[in-house]
């Protein structure tokens, strides 16, 4: 079946310790976003990614890193630079980017939970 | 500023009721809107879009949007809820920012359908 695959679902992180979160699609989407879902606050962008080997700055980018060096996979890593990683992580693809105007749908992969030990 | 507003925290309602889980929002230019739903620890699924077009949307699982321009609104609707239909609802709006759209997404409603 397509869709967006996240894992672990759930991470433990000790203090100073930088974790990575995958993030695959099959859907032959374009474009991949990473959000962070606090209760409460809804969702806030992290990094995007309109096509391979590029990546965009979100609303909260300090403290994390990205890359995309396939289509399928936009892995997010959490740095010891994020003070407060405690959060649920959503993955989300569409097939063009939201930022062209193309009112395309995001999709969003199952989530995984992030705790700081 | 561009915004979303989901005023209402929470709805309760009772199964077989119609229920309504409201948005609103402040932005320049034609919006584009959204609905989904969260159910616990899981992804957000896609319920519903408004982009152009006829006002009433119909998407999944019975749900229905009004697009309202006036009134700057695009409330969520069922006829009837049912129980598996409590969980968390998100509106979001997006809108030009600048050269590019930007997405904006509302706080969310819990929604509860009481049996």
């Known amino acids: 079946d397509g869709g967006i695959t996240q894992s672990p679902k759930y991470l433990f992180r000790k203090e100073g310790q930088n974790v990575t979160l995958s993030c695959e699609q099959n859907l032959n989407h374009d474009a991949m976003y990473w959000y962070r879902q606090d209760p409460g606050q809804g969702l806030r962008l992290i990094y995007y990614s309109q096509i391979v080997n590029d990546f965009q700055k979100g609303d909260i980018a300090e403290g994390y890193s990205v890359s995309r060096e396939k289509k399928e996979s936009f892995p997010l890593t959490v740095t010891s630079a994020q003070k407060n990683p405690t959060a649920f992580y959503l993955c989300?693809?569409?097939?063009?980017?939201?930022?062209?105007?193309?009112?395309?749908?995001?999709?969003f992969g199952e989530g995984s939970w992030l705790t700081v030990v | 500023a561009q915004s979303v507003a989901q005023p209402e925290d929470q709805v309760n309602v009772a199964e077989g009721n119609p229920l309504t889980v409201k948005c609103t929002y402040s932005v320049s230019g034609n919006p584009y809107l959204f609905w989904y739903v969260q159910y616990p620890n899981r992804g957000l699924q896609f319920l519903l879009k408004y982009i152009t077009g006829d006002n009433l949307v119909k998407g999944s699982y019975g749900f229905e949007a009004e697009f309202n321009k006036s009134q700057t609104s695009f409330h969520l609707k069922k006829p009837s809820a049912l129980v598996s239909d409590s969980a968390l609802y998100f509106c979001?709006?997006?809108?030009?920012?600048?050269?590019?759209?930007?997405?904006?997404w509302g706080l969310g409603t819990s929604l509860a359908v009481n049996p």
């Open positions: 989300a693809s569409s097939i063009r980017p939201i930022v062209t105007g193309s009112g395309n749908t995001i999709y």
């Open positions: 979001a709006v997006s809108h030009n920012a600048g050269n590019n759209r930007k997405l904006i």
